[in-house]
């Protein structure tokens, strides 16, 4: 199977095979046909499946024909680093025709954004805050927009966007096309989705859960070892390009620079950095410049780079949700990853969630060799959910049917550390 099945135009087809894309991925497949037909599209699937293609490619195929200079398709994503990803792919598809992307978020220059508007362009990949701040002000034109993407939904939901969706789609044509993207359905979503959608395909690929190409491992540990437990696990294991996640942005700045002070090609990623410094650190990352990344949940999506073998949580999250958003983040592009959680006594219940999504306990590990004082691991998190049947998933809609995810092949490598 191959993109030519989709008959999209030849300025297109040629910019596919220019990135290098070969063979569309299971929710391009479903998705695409249905998109380019003009259906609304209830897309549920893990991230690094291929989403941003799969909703792009026949919002292109839309701009092929028709006005320019003015926006008639609307992306809105939780994240900066998200719509930047989508910007860039949009350019990139987008490279032999005329039509323009811009991005709008906060933390850079509105200025530039509204003259970019003015200017002319047919997509806008926007973030709700700024968005809503445009609009209020008069700064951009939503009344002819013919496509809606929310891409990412239930992270919008998780961090309080909600409202603003809400009235950033007051503001929308009625008569449109709206394609809805998440990897989770909590109910809030769902009924956002009831209420939008018109008569939507829904295409779900995969289980609602940790996609099957990552490997988890829990490492109990009381907090005041952590640091220690993290440095002697970078030392022993063999591994590749490093995902660390943090609770708080302190701990992710102090962390990023105590790695860097022991050798280690670090960087950190966290809400208190300016706009330009959250790109370099990320384009440092996916480059090769950093070997080890250290963020807050800000980093849990948007981050699409297939070479993170690790996933460790230096803090366990909050939500189950959060769990699998962040380790989401390696086993990308049919590649294998391991996730590592550090863990206390008091994250107990949490792990128990964790474990009931995965339907099984998830493996104890004691890193050889590390002084653990009087702290004994195997005593902590010994209830085990191995017995416990799955939880039931309803059948009463195709948005709660699943199929498992193709796996793929491991690659790790030994971290780079800065020269001397």
Do not use: W
């Not at 995965?358 to 104890?364: A, K, M, P, V």
């Amino acid at each position: 199977m191959s993109f030519e099945q989709f008959s999209l135009d030849r300025r297109i087809a040629t910019a596919i095979k220019t990135v290098g894309y070969t063979t569309p991925t299971p929710i391009q497949q479903q998705a695409i046909p249905h998109a380019l037909a003009g259906h609304d599209v209830l897309g549920l699937a893990q991230t690094g499946t291929g989403k941003t293609a799969a909703f792009l490619l026949p919002i292109l195929q839309r701009l092929t024909k028709g006005p320019q200079r003015r926006v008639r398709a609307l992306i809105i994503a939780p994240t900066r680093e998200l719509a930047e990803q989508i910007h860039q792919m949009s350019v990139d598809l987008n490279q032999n025709t005329r039509g323009r992307s811009v991005t709008v978020y906060g933390g850079v220059s509105k200025a530039r954004q509204i003259t970019a508007l003015r200017r002319g362009a047919e997509i806008v990949v926007a973030c709700p805050g700024r968005l809503l701040d445009l609009l209020n002000n008069g700064n951009i034109d939503l009344s002819q927009v013919e496509v809606l993407v929310l891409d990412e939904a239930d992270r919008m939901c998780d961090m309080g966007f909600l409202p603003d969706i809400r009235r950033i789609l007051k503001t929308l044509p009625a008569q449109r096309q709206t394609l809805f993207f998440a990897a989770t359905m909590p109910k809030d979503i769902l009924r956002l989705a009831d209420q939008i959608l018109n008569d939507p395909v829904t295409v779900q690929i995969g289980i609602i859960a940790p996609v099957e190409t990552v490997s988890h491992a829990l490492y109990p540990i009381p907090h005041k070892l952590k640091k220690q437990l993290l440095m002697a696990t970078l030392q022993q294991t063999e591994m590749g390009r490093v995902l660390i996640f943090t609770r708080t942005k302190h701990r992710a700045r102090n962390l990023a620079r105590d790695l860097d002070k022991r050798g280690y090609r670090a960087s950190a990623l966290q809400g208190n950095m300016s706009q330009n410094q959250r790109n370099r650190a990320i384009n440092g990352f996916r480059d090769g410049k950093y070997d080890v990344l250290v963020a807050t949940d800000i980093a849990s999506r948007g981050i699409d780079i297939s070479e993170i073998t690790h996933v460790i949580n230096f803090d366990i999250p909050d939500t189950v949700d959060a769990y699998i958003h962040r380790i989401g983040r390696t086993g990308r592009a049919h590649q294998t990853g391991a996730a590592y959680t550090f863990a206390s006594e008091e994250n107990g219940a949490m792990v128990r969630e964790i474990e009931k999504v995965l339907g099984t306990q998830i493996e104890r590990r004691r890193l050889p060799d590390f002084n653990y004082g009087d702290f004994v691991p195997e005593k902590q998190f010994q209830h085990s959910t191995r017995n416990q049947p799955r939880r039931k998933r309803s059948r009463r809609s195709a948005a709660q049917r699943s199929r498992r995810a193709p796996g793929g092949r491991r690659r790790t490598h030994a971290p780079t550390r800065k020269a001397a």
